[in-house]
């Protein structure tokens, strides 16, 4: 049976028809072109249109809400989706096929058969979940049009951590679970909201939603006079706008650490405590957190649910951006983990470093805290985490220096005519692929490590101990990812 592994080969619903646009005329106001920062953006049935630049963006309606998709180059970034979303059915169906294939084996006890089907009846019905929950997308429909400037593609790229499935569990933490994990959270943010505070968030952006608890929490208990959730991510955004409006979305659990066999493949039923009103002032945003199509000073609250950490710009560009969202007066709150991990050391800030950058980028630092609370911890999971959370509440004291547009990737990436830095990291990795495809080419189903290592030493002058290691670590690094494996729940599928 060959594999679907394209997008055209899937029983997937319609692309949803675009009735006309439903997008918020208290989020129109404060939107601003993100491919030449003009203001001036009209809404016509199914789409945004800038009247500066002539950019268009589609606006896809899912169950109750119409979003707009508001990157620089919308075209190239539904293509990265549909890229997302190939790789995730392609893995989807790898996984399909060895579970098909260790179900044949004869030596199978009942309780183990029984696990198999219980994995593949789950990728087999996550995989049309996904695709259903994605349909309004129609990225059956996205094709590059080999005549534009391929840089394009790389100037809206979605950097290569963020998964079409990056964040599949945060859907049952934030709306499945009910474990008293949100609870803990939105009761770390409130520790850091004062009672004046709580009453002047008026229109509140929160940068990086997911599938949208939090912002949901706050919305519901401070009011605000419009809540808008930014997030790159399509699976999650789906997901948050069905459920906060009354949906219930069907998804399937695979836990990290499954307590019994029942929980290995568990069908969950995602919704929300209470769905909002269908006119509440609660609006959805597809567009990068790092680059927000905001007008300047066009929100009174920005909130950032563990982001600033995670985010590949430094903090001290991020803060900036945030204050030119603000107003003078204006509040940014932060919650969640403070764990750095940049590849510039320089970047992995303590907290006291990420205060006084924080301050230098016009804000005031007036309440904090800090609190253990419980992290992804799935009912059906014997793994679990708890985290040290940060909360914060700055206010921004006065405007700063122009920002900067962030891009993901360098400009010699980008403009093939720059010249490539003489990187340390380039020469070490050739000089690492280089051996491994030599090894690799002398695999010929006869040869040993040790002749391959006899080789090796020959052709670079090693000693023979020192080209047998060489080898050794090379296969065991390869068999170690590819023919083991990752745990169940905690690769990437996408």
């Known amino acids: 049976m060959a594999a679907p592994e394209r997008i055209s080969e899937v029983s997937m619903q319609a692309g949803a028809e675009l009735s006309e646009t439903g997008v918020l005329p208290e989020l129109l106001s404060r939107l601003a072109c993100p491919a030449c920062v003009s203001t001036e953006l009209t809404a016509t049935a199914d789409r945004l249109k800038c009247t500066q630049c002539d950019t268009e963006f589609p606006v896809y309606r899912n169950g109750n809400a119409d979003i707009p998709w508001l990157f620089s180059d919308p075209e190239s ?4 989706w549909k890229s997302r979303l190939n790789g995730f059915l392609h893995n989807n169906w790898a996984e399909q096929t060895k579970l098909r294939k260790a179900k044949k084996s004869k030596s199978l006890g009942a309780l183990t058969k029984n696990r198999l089907s219980l994995l593949l009846e789950g990728r087999m019905t996550q995989r049309i979940q996904v695709s259903e929950l994605l349909a309004p997308l129609d990225l059956e429909c996205v094709n590059f049009d080999k005549g534009r400037d391929p840089a394009s593609l790389l100037r809206s790229r979605v950097p290569k951590a963020q998964g079409l499935s990056s964040y599949y569990n945060n859907i049952f933490r934030d709306w499945c679970w009910d474990n008293g994990e949100n609870e803990q959270q939105f009761e770390a943010l409130k520790s850091v909201v004062s009672d004046i505070a709580a009453a002047t968030l008026g229109a509140t952006l929160t940068l990086g939603a997911g599938s949208g ?6 919305h519901r208990t401070f009011n605000p006079k419009l809540s808008v959730a930014i997030d790159i991510n399509p699976l999650l955004m789906f997901a ?52 927000p199509p905001c007008a300047d000073a066009s929100f009174d609250t920005v909130i950032t649910p563990w982001l600033i950490d995670i ?31 940049h590849k510039d050391i320089m970047q992995c800030l303590s907290e006291e470093e990420a205060f006084e950058q924080i301050e230098k980028c016009g804000f005031e630092i007036i309440a904090t805290d800090r609190r253990r609370i419980p992290y992804l911890q799935s009912p059906l999971s014997a793994h679990w985490r708890t985290e040290s959370v940060l909360s914060f509440c ?13 891009r993901h990737l360098p400009a010699w990436l980008i403009d093939t005519s720059s010249a490539v830095p003489g990187l340390q990291e380039f020469s070490v990795a050739s000089s690492d692929h280089l051996l491994r495809a030599q090894i690799l080419a002398a695999i010929d189903g006869k040869r040993s490590i040790d002749d391959i290592g006899t080789s090796l030493a020959r052709e670079y002058g090693l000693k023979q101990a020192e080209a047998q290691n060489a080898v050794r670590r090379i296969l065991m690094d390869l068999y170690e990812t590819q023919a083991q494996g990752t745990p169940d729940g905690m690769q990437d599928l996408g």
Not at 213 to 218: C, K, M
Not at 248 to 267: G, I, R
Not at 314 to 329: I, M, Q
């Open 213 to 218: 608890r939090l912002a949901y929490d706050i």
């Open 394 to 406: 700055a206010r921004k004291t006065h405007d700063v220096e122009e920002t900067r547009l962030f």
């Open 77 to 80: 970034t539904l293509l990265e």
């Open 240 to 291: 948050a706008s069905k459920v906060m409006f009354g949906e219930s979305v069907p998804l399937v659990e695979f836990p990290v650490a499954p307590l019994n066999e029942a929980a290995f493949a568990m069908n969950q039923e995602c919704f929300a405590p209470k769905p909002l009103a269908k006119d509440a002032k609660f609006a959805f945003l597809f567009a990068d957190g790092l680059n």
């Open 311 to 341: 985010i590949p710009q430094n903090l001290r560009d991020f803060a900036l951006s945030v204050n030119r969202l603000l107003p003078t007066g204006g509040q940014w709150i932060n919650t969640g983990s403070l764990a750095f991990f």
